[in-house]
């Protein structure tokens, strides 16, 4: 099974870390390192998924991948 991708990033103006998920919208989380935003990322998906699933609307596969242009 697929799972989604994830970006991390750090952001200045927090002074920490996002990660988001790009195939579900508006899923993010904020963490003082890299693997504090990356566990609190997953608990926004689950959270995403769940709310999704709650209200009927559509889960979209995951699709999003990172190209070689975007890694340069």
């Known amino acids: 099974m697929k799972d989604y991708h994830v ?22 989380a904020f963490g003082e390192t890299p693997e504090q935003a990356l566990r609190e990322v997953s608990l926004a998906k689950i959270a ?3 709310a999704a699933r709650d209200e009927g609307k559509p889960i979209p596969a995951p699709r999003y991948r990172v190209t070689i242009e975007e890694k340069l």
């Open 7 to 28: 970006n991390t990033f750090y952001r200045e103006e927090d002074a920490g870390y996002i990660a988001d998920i790009p195939d579900l919208e508006a899923c993010s």
């Open 48 to 50: 995403w998924l769940e």
